[in-house]
């Protein structure tokens, strides 16, 4: 259960002027991303998402905290019917609060949006990985659950793993408590640290400290807790928190400071609210500002922070804080470093090993990383490199060390003439007033964003080799001690006669040789400080969302046509959520059109059914229902008719007319798994190549061909013999003949007789009452409704169709097809003394007896084998589908396992396996717990019958010969109603095939006539 119902908020630390248009589409930017998680199912049902932007750029976190909390009451204050901001709000409430904002310079759309080189298998919908989305599940599914209401903070600005057996102790916790994982004593000489006692409370919190200051902190084990960036205030501390809002200087931390004139203070959350909590702070140190200068030299500004430092000692001071350490959790801070970014997305810290998913990402070669990118042809990526949103083709090599991000096709001839290696070239949105363009930039993996370098070497040699001078890139206006990367005019941005391109910043790897420097020299060029400020994150974020979908369709291909097993369900809700369900429907229709077998396209239909579904959100009713309205039935006769390309265009000029609400939708969808039955029917069909049928001596007219099969049990793999899984997947099911009361309960028996008609009759349930069927069928009209499943005698008359005594499209009338056929008509008879939904597999068991006995009667032969392929055969004609698990089971004797492989033509093999223990009891009919209970003791294991648990249960005794001994236990056993047991033994024989002669009620080992068993 999600952990944030109300609200989950996002902050902007550093927001751009307020007339700047870049500020509001960065807010709503964010916000869709958050709607989108939320449609995807990874944030709760009802969360209310809210981004809030900074008062002022200079409010610290702390500051922005305040402002986030203030903006949140506010909401719940009003959904509560409040006109004033009430604390109260705070009592019951679940709040996350997610700081983003600082630039980085690797990614467009800051740390929050970097994507992770790893998927989540078991999310509902497929997408991309942010760290976003990693902070969000390690906040809702480890540090969050058990949790007490109130608000969490959260950093975004770095990448953070706890494992899942993560405990925190909660039982009546109150005040705050601050989240740790250890770190080294070196890692943490440039961060934080907290100091605590043997409770694990906080007494104090280290920043940058000496190292024997650190070392006061260590562990038994030498690891320190680092501050890491997530705390934790209780509803009643958070409200505490709350009523400083209102209390000058605070007030300026928050917009309503701001409107009302306030001059803006900047406020840490760690560094000034949460020490100020720490019992070994001392509120003299606190407040002059011990942890770092006050004030920064301004004396107006350094009273105002310590007012405010004075007012937080006196509202929070008093509240405990705790400690919580994570023993196995990791964290790394996202650097400036392009080398640490490297060194984290080629998975080679142990933070990212241990992010909380667990598919490895795509690698081309070991230790490099692709991530949300396309890649067409030879393109070879070096270990410790990383691609991410980029699109290329190939023939092109990139070396170690490179970050290469949003490049597009266009860039790849340039960088097929260039060798890459230890450089980041990325390729950038950006919007000049209402015009939006591409940049490139180009900068060394070790590079120092205020030191004297550029690409790996010092500014000197870059000069010297490329001919830029100092005063291109910088003018006299900037302070020669002032000049670094981020403000060189380096980076073109127009050009007045010529397209730019990547080109025109790989130059920069050669030498002044060339037209790169004057092109450079006639460009209109920016540095990083001004291309930041006109970065358009909501056209960066569409790019890479169309570049998933354009991979999408590709997966999609790849995963029908190449029969992979993989569910297409996750990334179809992605697209339906995200607005690009026309394409996929495309993609989709284009792959059924060419696929080369009717199982492929089936596939394609049924991800179409999933899609409209989809598309209706949970409205418009249950998906299953009919599927044959008129206005579909042109496509489907295309279908039926093996037209498959055909037939899927007219179904998507079909499906045209059902998308303008839920209800047609799901209609159509009903429709698509209708048209998707017929292909499958059409797989499954492809059995019959294995039904090899001999000639044999007709008996003569009135002798009757008696078949007698056992009923099976089932043992392992049921539903993995059932068609599309049986020949997508592959299946595997081990089944066991058996006899019931020492009998074969299901048979046939048929014979020829001198009229030219076709006499049925079918009796079944001997256990329950014998009921009888009796229909003669003189026309061919009479036999139309096989393929009616509840039908009056539907699997005789299916069964004369598919052993092709009788075939429906001739022009021959039945009695002329019968007389040259057979020289008169048929009598056939089929029962089963098993109870209706035994689950033992009497009715494709029963399909095969018939068959055998209608073969054998018009002088033809099937050995068991076709008969299993004859039954599959016929279920698809009588259009109940099913698998083979049943006719292997009551038509190959004893102990077997049958097995299909995961492709088309669809073939059943049979392997027997040696018989070595016998079968005891079964019992009907309910599976109630209290029977299983009752029996435990007194068996080494029991099952329910068939694939969907059926009437009987199927036990093995401990003990033989048991059957009186269970009678008396279970009547003795109160609620179980009426039940009967019967005796089960192996069949080892399989089914019997005898001639009997012209007595209907003799069998093979009675009555004045011989038996002849027929092999």
Same mark, same amino acid.
């Given at each position: 259960?999600?952990?944030?119902p109300p609200?989950?908020?996002?902050?902007q630390?550093?927001?751009?002027?307020?007339?700047?248009l870049s500020a509001t589409?960065?807010l709503?930017?964010?916000?869709l991303?958050l709607?989108s998680?939320?449609?995807?199912?990874?944030l709760?049902p009802?969360p209310?998402l809210?981004?809030?932007e900074?008062?002022?750029?200079?409010?610290?976190?702390?500051?922005?905290t305040?402002?986030?909390l203030?903006?949140a009451?506010e909401?719940?204050s009003?959904?509560?019917g409040?006109?004033?901001?009430t604390a109260?709000?705070l009592?019951e409430?679940?709040?996350?609060?997610?700081?983003?904002?600082r630039?980085?310079?690797?990614?467009?759309?800051?740390?929050?949006f970097t994507?992770?080189?790893?998927?989540?298998p078991?999310?509902p919908?497929?997408?991309?990985?942010?760290?976003?989305?990693s902070?969000?599940?390690?906040?809702?599914?480890q540090?969050?659950?058990g949790?007490?209401?109130?608000?969490?903070?959260?950093?975004?600005d770095?990448?953070?793993t706890?494992?899942?057996?993560?405990?925190?102790?909660?039982?009546g916790?109150?005040?705050?408590?601050?989240?740790?994982?250890?770190?080294s004593v070196s890692y943490?000489r440039?961060h934080g640290?907290?100091?605590?006692d043997?409770?694990?409370?906080?007494?104090?919190?280290i920043?940058?400290?000496?190292?024997?200051?650190?070392?006061?902190?260590a562990?038994?084990d030498?690891?320190?807790?680092l501050v890491?960036g997530?705390v934790?205030?209780?509803?009643?501390?958070?409200?505490?928190l709350?009523a400083?809002?209102?209390?000058?200087p605070?007030?300026?931390?928050t917009?309503l400071?701001l409107?009302?004139?306030?001059?803006?203070?900047q406020?840490?959350?760690f560094?000034d609210?949460?020490?100020?909590?720490?019992d070994?702070v001392t509120?003299?140190?606190?407040v002059?500002?011990?942890?770092?200068?006050?004030g920064?030299g301004?004396a107006?500004g350094?009273?105002?922070?310590r007012?405010?430092?004075?007012?937080l000692?006196?509202?929070?001071?008093?509240i405990?804080?705790?400690m919580?350490?994570?023993?196995d959790?990791?964290?790394?801070?996202m650097?400036?470093?392009?080398s640490?970014?490297?060194?984290?997305?080629t998975l080679?810290?142990s933070?990212?090993?241990a992010?909380?998913?667990?598919?490895?990402?795509?690698?081309l070669e070991d230790?490099c990383?692709?991530?949300?990118s396309?890649l067409?042809?030879?393109?070879?990526v070096e270990?410790?490199?990383v691609?991410?949103h980029c699109?290329?083709?190939?023939?092109?090599?990139?070396?170690?060390g490179?970050?290469l991000?949003?490049?597009?096709v266009s860039?790849?001839?340039?960088?097929?003439?260039?060798?890459?290696?230890?450089v980041?070239?990325?390729g950038h949105a950006?919007r000049?007033?209402?015009v939006l363009?591409?940049?490139?930039?180009?900068t060394?993996?070790?590079?120092?964003?205020k030191?004297?370098?550029?690409?790996?070497?010092?500014?000197a040699?870059f000069?010297?080799?490329?001919?830029i001078?100092e005063?291109?890139?910088?003018?006299?206006?900037?302070?020669?001690?002032s000049?670094?990367l981020?403000?060189?005019r380096?980076f073109?941005?127009?050009h007045?006669?010529?397209?730019?391109?990547?080109q025109d910043?790989?130059?920069f790897?050669g030498?002044?040789?060339?037209e790169?420097?004057?092109?450079w020299?006639?460009?209109?060029?920016?540095?990083?400080?001004?291309?930041l400020m006109?970065?358009?994150?909501?056209?960066?974020?569409?790019?890479?969302r169309a570049l998933?979908?354009?991979?999408a369709?590709?997966?999609l291909?790849r995963?029908?046509?190449?029969?992979?097993?993989c569910?297409?369900?996750p990334?179809i809700r992605?697209a339906?959520?995200?607005?690009?369900q026309e394409?996929?429907l495309?993609t989709?229709?284009?792959?059924?059109s060419?696929?080369?077998?009717?199982?492929?396209?089936?596939?394609?239909?049924?991800?179409?059914?999933?899609?409209?579904?989809c598309m209706?959100?949970?409205d418009?009713?249950?998906?299953?229902?009919?599927?044959?309205?008129?206005?579909?039935a042109?496509?489907?006769?295309?279908?039926?008719r093996?037209?498959?390309?055909?037939?899927?265009?007219?179904?998507?000029?079909?499906?045209?007319?059902w998308?303008g609400?839920p209800a047609?939708l799901?209609?159509a969808a009903?429709?698509y798994?209708?048209?998707?039955?017929i292909?499958?029917r059409?797989?499954?069909?492809s059995a019959?190549?294995?039904?090899g049928?001999?000639?044999?001596e007709?008996?003569p007219?009135g002798?009757?061909?008696l078949v007698?099969?056992p009923?099976r049990?089932d043992?392992s793999?049921g539903?993995?013999?059932?068609?599309?899984?049986?020949?997508?997947?592959?299946?595997?099911v081990?089944?066991?003949?058996?006899l019931?009361?020492?009998?074969?309960p299901?048979?046939?028996?048929?014979?020829?007789?001198?009229?030219p008609e076709?006499?049925?009759?079918?009796a079944?349930?001997?256990?329950e009452?014998e009921?009888?069927?009796?229909?003669?069928?003189q026309?061919l009209?009479d036999?139309q409704?096989y393929?009616?499943?509840?039908a009056?005698?539907?699997?005789?008359?299916?069964?004369?169709?598919c052993?092709?005594?009788?075939t429906?499209?001739?022009?021959?009338p039945?009695?002329?097809?019968?007389?040259?056929?057979?020289g008169?008509g048929?009598?056939?008879?089929?029962?089963?003394s098993?109870?209706?939904?035994?689950?033992?597999?009497?009715?494709?068991i029963?399909?095969?007896?018939?068959?055998a006995?209608?073969?054998r009667?018009?002088?033809?032969?099937?050995n068991?084998e076709?008969?299993?392929?004859?039954?599959?055969?016929?279920?698809?004609?009588?259009?109940?589908g099913?698998?083979?698990?049943?006719?292997v089971?009551g038509?190959?004797?004893g102990?077997?396992i049958g097995?299909?492989k995961?492709?088309?033509?669809?073939?059943?093999?049979?392997?027997q396996?040696?018989?070595?223990?016998?079968?005891?009891?079964?019992?009907?009919?309910?599976?109630?717990r209290r029977?299983?209970d009752?029996?435990q003791?007194?068996?080494?294991? $029991?099952? #329910? &019958?068939?694939?969907? *648990?059926g +009437?009987f249960?199927?036990i093995?005794t401990k !003990?033989?010969?048991q059957?009186v /001994?269970?009678? $008396?236990i #279970? &009547?003795?056993?109160e *609620?179980l +109603?009426?039940?009967?047991?019967?005796?089960v !033994?192996?069949d080892?024989?399989? /089914?019997?095939?005898q001639?009997?002669?012209s007595?209907?009620?003799?069998?093979?080992?009675?009555g004045?006539?011989?038996?002849?068993p027929?092999?």
């Open positions: 259960m999600p952990l944030f609200p989950i908020l996002v902050t630390r550093a927001p751009a002027p307020p007339w700047s589409k960065c709503c930017s964010r916000l991303e709607e998680r939320w449609r995807r199912g990874a709760g009802h209310l809210l981004t809030v900074d008062p002022a750029a200079c409010v610290g976190s702390g500051g922005a305040l402002n986030a203030l903006v009451a909401h719940l009003a959904r509560a409040c006109t004033v901001v109260d709000v009592r409430a679940r709040i996350l609060i997610l700081h983003m904002g630039d980085f310079p690797f990614d467009d759309c800051s740390r929050a994507c992770l080189p790893v998927e989540d078991d999310a919908a497929e997408a991309l990985t942010c760290n976003l989305d902070l969000l599940g390690t906040m809702t599914h540090l969050c659950r949790s007490p209401p109130g608000v969490w903070v959260c950093s975004t770095m990448l953070l706890v494992p899942l057996a993560a405990e925190i102790h909660w039982e916790f109150q005040g705050t408590k601050v989240i740790s994982v250890p770190g943490a440039n640290v907290y100091l605590t043997q409770q694990g409370f906080v007494r104090d919190i920043y940058q400290g000496p190292e024997a200051r650190i070392q006061e902190c562990g038994p030498g690891k320190v807790p890491c997530v934790f205030f209780a509803s009643e501390t958070a409200e505490q709350l400083t809002h209102v209390i000058p605070l007030d300026a931390c917009y400071g409107d009302s004139g306030a001059q803006t203070i406020l840490s959350l560094f609210i949460v020490l100020c909590m720490a070994g509120e003299e140190d606190f002059t500002g011990r942890t770092r200068e006050v920064s301004h107006k350094a009273a105002a922070l007012s405010a430092r004075s007012v000692w006196k509202a929070l001071h008093a405990p804080l705790s919580a350490c994570i023993p959790g990791c964290y790394d801070y650097t400036m470093s392009a640490d970014h490297i060194h984290n997305l080679r810290t933070s990212a090993n992010l909380p998913f667990r598919k490895q990402p795509q690698l230790g990383s692709v991530t949300n396309l067409e042809g030879a393109v070879r270990p410790g490199s691609l991410q699109h290329l083709q190939g023939p092109l090599q990139i070396g170690s490179c970050l991000t949003g490049l597009d860039s790849s001839p340039a960088l097929q003439r260039c060798r890459l290696r230890d980041v070239l990325q950006i000049l007033r209402d363009r591409q940049v490139f930039t180009l060394g993996r070790n590079d120092d964003w030191a004297g370098t550029y690409l790996n070497v010092p500014w040699e000069f010297h080799r490329t001919g001078r005063g291109d890139i910088w003018g006299s206006e900037v302070p020669r001690r000049r670094c981020l403000n060189a380096l073109p941005v127009l007045a006669a010529e397209p730019l391109g990547v910043v790989l130059w790897l030498s002044q040789e060339g790169g420097l004057g092109r020299r006639a460009s209109w060029r920016m540095s990083w400080e001004q291309l006109c970065l358009d994150q909501e056209a960066e974020l569409a790019s890479r998933f979908f354009r991979q369709q590709g997966k291909r995963v029908l046509l190449e029969h992979k097993d569910s297409l369900l990334l992605t339906v959520s995200e607005g690009y394409a996929v495309s989709l229709d284009q792959v059924a060419v696929a080369a077998d009717p199982g492929v396209a089936a596939r394609a239909l049924a991800c179409i059914a999933d899609v409209l579904g209706a959100k949970g418009g009713g249950l998906r299953s229902g009919p599927a044959a309205n008129r206005e579909w042109p496509a489907f006769q295309q279908l039926e093996g037209d498959i390309a055909e037939g899927v265009k007219a179904l998507a000029i079909e499906r045209r007319k998308l609400r047609l799901v209609r009903r429709h798994e209708g048209a998707e039955q292909l499958i059409q797989a499954v069909m019959c190549r294995f039904i049928v001999g000639r044999e007709p008996p007219v002798h009757w061909v007698e099969c009923a049990i043992v793999g539903w993995s013999d059932t068609p599309p899984i049986t020949y997508e997947h592959g299946g595997a081990v089944d066991i003949a058996i019931v009361d020492g009998r074969r299901i048979g046939a028996r048929a014979r020829r007789i001198a009229e076709l006499r049925l009759v079918s079944s349930g001997a256990l009452g009921v009888v069927l009796e229909l003669v069928c026309d009209e036999l409704d393929c009616q499943p509840h009056p005698g539907a699997l005789l008359k299916a069964a004369f169709i052993t092709q005594i009788v429906l499209a001739s022009q021959k039945l009695q002329a097809q019968l007389l040259e056929c057979s008169g048929f009598e056939v008879h089929s029962w089963s098993l109870p209706h939904g035994s689950g033992l597999g009497t009715s494709s029963l399909a095969g007896a018939v068959m006995a209608l073969y009667a018009a002088g033809k032969s099937a068991a076709s008969l299993i392929h004859a039954v599959l055969h016929l279920e698809q004609v009588l259009t109940t099913g698998g083979w698990q049943d006719q089971g038509l190959v004797p102990i077997k097995r299909s995961a492709l088309l033509p669809l073939k059943v093999e049979v392997e396996i040696p018989q070595k223990k016998c079968m005891a009891p079964g019992c009907e009919p309910l599976a109630v029977m299983m009752a029996l003791p007194y068996v080494y294991g $029991q099952s #329910l &019958a068939g694939a969907g *648990g +009437g249960l199927y093995l !003990e033989p010969s059957k /001994f269970i009678q $008396q #279970l &009547a003795n056993t *609620g +109603g009426n039940f009967s047991i019967h005796t !033994e192996v080892t024989a399989g /089914f019997s095939l001639l009997v002669g007595d209907p009620k003799a069998r093979g080992d009675t004045n006539e011989r038996a002849q027929v092999t």
